[in-house]
């Protein structure tokens, strides 16, 4: 060690000319200018350089050196130690060494031992800048892979953004909608102007990533992580840029997007409005399915209506309908019920001058009704099978009753209901001269007797109810003879009467 500290001490006299060399190496420790003086032969005394030869090529105009610590240490030692040790040293850095370390007790100065811990710790400071080479060379790489990383998640922000944009820039109302990057109208100025922005961010980190200078040594390998960066820089760049033109195309677009999504809204209000105003017309067209009349114009024996129901087993029963007769010679049949064992078992009639009739099951009573010809009149009767008991109304209004007509019969089921035409026998031989002619419309029955007031609400039409037992619908009404169906409505034609 003491004769490395001399050799130092030799080097920064010949720096300085103008001291003498015996004053550089007067010192206090007469081992220590020893060993500076075995080191440093004179120029005449074996050796072939002059003492400004330690200082190499690289040598500066002040007589200090320009080369890294490295190169000095090389040509001084080599200039220095023994020929014996020329062929160790040139094989330092392939050779393993072959001499040990000296002991605690080995003698300084030029001994072979001293040498060798030279030499041992020149490759110990050698190993440790490569070492410290390589660290540096392993910190630039892991920087290189996070600017990499940083630079992905960039672009999948930017991708990302831009695919929302584009999903959300389609509006059923022609609205431009807002970005997520930013809160930016995505075609507006300041949103490509962001963009812009971004990209020149790149640009500037991928150029600072380029700028970084070498610190590879010369004879190492070259690292194939910087090719790696430079590919993905100039992918990433692409892609920004496709996505920037793409974006220009939808902006330069948008205004034929939106007068096509206004035509196709004006095209739906249009079939909107249509259909609302064919439902109108149906609606004003539609008419109930009881909003008719039977019409039967002459009296003779073949001109009809028939009703597609018949009549269950009934302990009481009330028939309403409104009638309009036409006739000179009285109002004949409004209708008749027949079933197999009896002709007449429902029977409403007047025949010539005689009053109307209620007939069940050939029991008779004459009703106290007048009814005037070419006028409508809403006619309700009630029976019930117990007593007999029966009640007969006018308009609304009752017109008498009386009891024990066929008192506790039951009227009989399966039978038919003819309109206009008295039956002899089971649905037919008609007679001419009881047939009815006129309009009926509004024919019900029930199999219950109804109350005073919902008859009265019949008969002045703030009332709709259907019989339970028949309905008056025209899809069970058949038309025979020439009897016709014609519309009803039942108070505009009584304010026309």
Not at 51 to 66: C, M, R
Not at 107 to 129: I, K, M, N, R, V
Not at 196 to 203: F, I, S
Not at 251 to 265: A, G, K, L
Request: hydrophobic share 40%; proline share 6%; glycine share 8%.
């Amino acid at each position: 060690m003491l004769a490395f500290l001399g050799a130092i001490i030799c080097i920064i006299a010949s720096i300085h000319p103008a001291t003498s060399n015996a004053g550089a190496l007067q010192g206090p420790d007469n081992g220590s200018n020893a060993a500076a003086a075995a080191l440093l032969p004179a120029a005449g005394a074996g050796s072939d350089k002059p003492l400004g030869a330690l200082h190499g090529a690289g040598e500066s105009a002040y007589g200090g050196f320009s080369a890294g610590p490295q190169d000095s240490l090389l040509d001084l030692l080599a200039s220095a130690r023994p020929q014996q040790h020329q062929q160790l040293f040139s094989r330092f850095l392939c050779t393993p060494l072959t001499v040990e370390c000296p002991s605690e007790g080995s003698p300084q100065g030029d001994s072979p031992g001293a040498a060798a811990s030279e030499e041992l710790f020149f490759l110990q400071s050698t190993a440790e800048q490569l070492r410290q080479t390589a660290q540096q060379q392993k910190d630039q790489i892991l920087i290189d892979q996070k600017t990499i990383r940083e630079l992905t998640t960039k672009l999948s922000r930017c991708e990302n953004g831009l695919e929302l944009s584009f999903q959300d820039s389609a509006s059923v109302w022609g609205v431009p909608r807002h970005d997520t990057m930013g809160d930016l109208p995505w075609d507006s100025p300041a949103m490509i102007q962001e963009l812009e922005e971004a990209v020149r961010t790149l640009k500037d980190r991928i150029d600072k990533i380029e700028e970084v200078p070498a610190r590879i040594n010369a004879t190492s390998a070259p690292v194939p992580a910087q090719e790696t960066i430079h590919t993905k820089m100039e992918e990433l760049e692409e892609q920004i840029l496709s996505k920037i033109l793409a974006l220009e195309k939808e902006r330069s677009s948008i205004t034929n997007t939106n007068d096509h999504q206004q035509q196709e809204v004006e095209k739906e209000l249009d079939a909107l409005q249509n259909r609302v105003m064919d439902l109108e017309h149906e609606t004003t067209s539609f008419t109930p399915p009881d909003a008719f009349k039977v019409t039967i114009p002459v009296r003779n024996n073949y001109m009809y209506a028939r009703m597609k129901k018949s009549l269950p087993e009934l302990y009481a029963f009330t028939v309403c309908m409104w009638l309009k007769a036409r006739g000179p010679a009285g109002v004949g049949t409004p209708f008749s019920y027949s079933v197999p064992s009896q002709s007449n078992e429902l029977v409403l009639l007047e025949w010539g001058p005689n009053p109307m009739e209620l007939i069940i099951n050939d029991k008779v009573t004459q009703l106290p009704m007048n009814l005037k010809v070419g006028t409508w009149h809403h006619i309700c009767i009630t029976w019930i099978t117990r007593d007999g008991i029966w009640t007969a109304y006018q308009d609304g209004v009752e017109r008498g009753g009386s009891e024990n007509l066929a008192s506790w019969h039951t009227i009989k089921p399966h039978g038919v209901i003819i309109l206009g035409q008295e039956q002899d026998t089971l649905g037919g031989r008609f007679d001419a001269t009881q047939a009815f002619v006129g309009e009926i419309a509004q024919f019900n029955l029930w199999d219950h007797v109804l109350m005073p007031a919902e008859i009265l609400g019949l008969a002045n039409c703030t009332s709709h109810l259907q019989g339970n037992v028949i309905q008056w619908d025209e899809k069970l009404v058949e038309f025979h003879g020439g009897a016709a169906k014609r519309s009803f409505e039942v108070c505009e034609e009584r304010k026309k009467a």
